[in-house]
């Protein structure tokens, strides 16, 4: 099993940033991940997803630009940069992984693992 924890969150005003941090444990955590997002009443959507070696990456159109994911695989660490953030990101931030390698996914079911989530809350 991989065990994600998710901190950073926070509110901020719109045109801020934020960084939020993704610590794994468990077992190796040498395999895609991503973020994901929840606002209430709207369906999960992906934001940001990285491949195992941080080589490949994928935004969705909302945050391309803006935000910027990463990883450190020897801190067992995901990062995701948020730059000139709006009120429409406000949301739960998830991290997630998947069960391996490959080209990055963009949809909750390519996960296995997740964490907690940490509230993000941009006010205009």
């Known amino acids: 099993q991989v065990q994600l924890a998710e901190s950073g969150g926070g509110l901020v005003q719109a045109g801020d940033s934020l960084r939020l941090s993704c610590v794994a444990s468990?077992?190796?955590?040498?395999?895609?991940a991503a973020w994901f997002r929840q606002a209430p009443g709207r369906e999960r959507e992906f934001v940001a997803g990285i491949g195992a070696g941080g080589l490949n990456s994928n935004y969705a159109d909302s945050v391309k630009g803006r935000f910027t994911i990463s990883r450190d695989n020897a801190k067992n660490t995901l990062y995701l940069q948020m730059n000139n953030m709006k009120p429409e990101d406000t949301a739960m931030y998830y991290c997630a992984a998947a069960a391996g390698m490959g080209v990055v996914q963009t949809t909750d079911s390519s996960y296995v693992f997740w964490g907690q989530g940490t509230q993000v809350t941009v006010s205009a």
């Open positions: 468990g077992r190796t955590f040498y395999r895609n």
